[in-house]
């Protein structure tokens, strides 16, 4: 009889056929999917983002509570680009590695928060302003813009809700359509002990 793997078209064998290694594989590659979408979203974040910035005076450069009300703006688009970039990780890994299963759930959760952690480092201490930097250098009355930060941690959240809305739409994409497996005449067996061979019908 044609064997179960012979049925499925290339590249979508069941679960239970995928090696050990090619979901390793496949995680890794989740892992520095995210690194890399975090690198490029850390460096969109810092440029579309406004940071509060005050004239240096001498007594030095004081953020008052309008500035900081800023900081919102900031934290703002980091929850915006975390739930979209979030959405795009979570539809890519459900998607092209349906087959999975429970792995492919592994595979979002570590791609986004790979992404979130990496958004925010590179943000902050690579792409974003560096007051420590301004200050040395600065004069009274240069303006000094504070470096990027989050008003709260609880945005880190977007990351793996973003991924988790991408990865049910891609689920509901998924295909599900069995094929279906006919044998052959000759390879049809009695139905009982008694009962005649299929060629013995005809």
Same mark, same amino acid.
């Given at each position: ?8 078209? &290339? ?15 496949? @995680?890794? @590659? ?6 890399? =979408? ?6 969109? +974040? #810092? ?22 009300? %800023? ?6 688009? /980091?929850?915006?680009?975390? *739930? ?10 459900? +998607?092209?590695?349906?087959? /999975?299963? @429970? ?16 958004? /925010?480092?590179?943000?902050?201490? *690579? ?6 930097? %301004? ?23 977007? +990351?793996? =809700? ?5 990865? @049910? *739409?891609?689920?509901?994409? +998924?295909?599900? %359509?069995?094929? #279906? ?16 061979? &299929?060629?013995?019908?005809?």
């Amino acid at each position: 009889m044609q064997s179960l793997a012979s049925q499925w078209p &290339p590249g979508e064998l069941p679960a239970a056929s995928s090696s050990r290694r090619g979901r390793l594989t496949f @995680l890794a @590659l989740s892992l520095l999917a995210g690194a890399v =979408a975090g690198l490029v979203t850390g460096l969109t +974040w #810092s440029r579309i983002s406004s940071p509060p910035s005050v004239p240096m005076t001498r007594t030095g450069a004081i953020f008052g509570e309008s500035q900081l009300d %800023q900081q919102v703006g900031v934290t703002f688009w /980091y929850l915006v680009l975390a *739930v979209t970039v979030g959405v795009g990780l979570g539809f890519l890994c459900a +998607w092209r590695r349906f087959r /999975y299963g @429970l792995v492919a759930v592994a595979a979002v959760a570590i791609s986004t928060v790979a992404a979130g952690g990496v958004c /925010y480092w590179t943000g902050v201490h *690579v792409f974003g302003p560096d007051a420590s930097a %301004q200050l040395a250098t600065a004069t009274v009355g240069q303006r000094i813009t504070a470096p990027l930060d989050l008003g709260t941690r609880i945005v880190f959240l977007g +990351w793996p =809700a973003g991924g988790l809305a991408g990865a @049910l *739409v891609a689920i509901w994409c +998924w295909p599900r %359509q069995v094929p #279906s497996i006919v044998p052959t005449r000759g390879e049809l067996a009695p139905s009982s002990p008694g009962a005649p061979a &299929p060629d013995a019908l005809r």
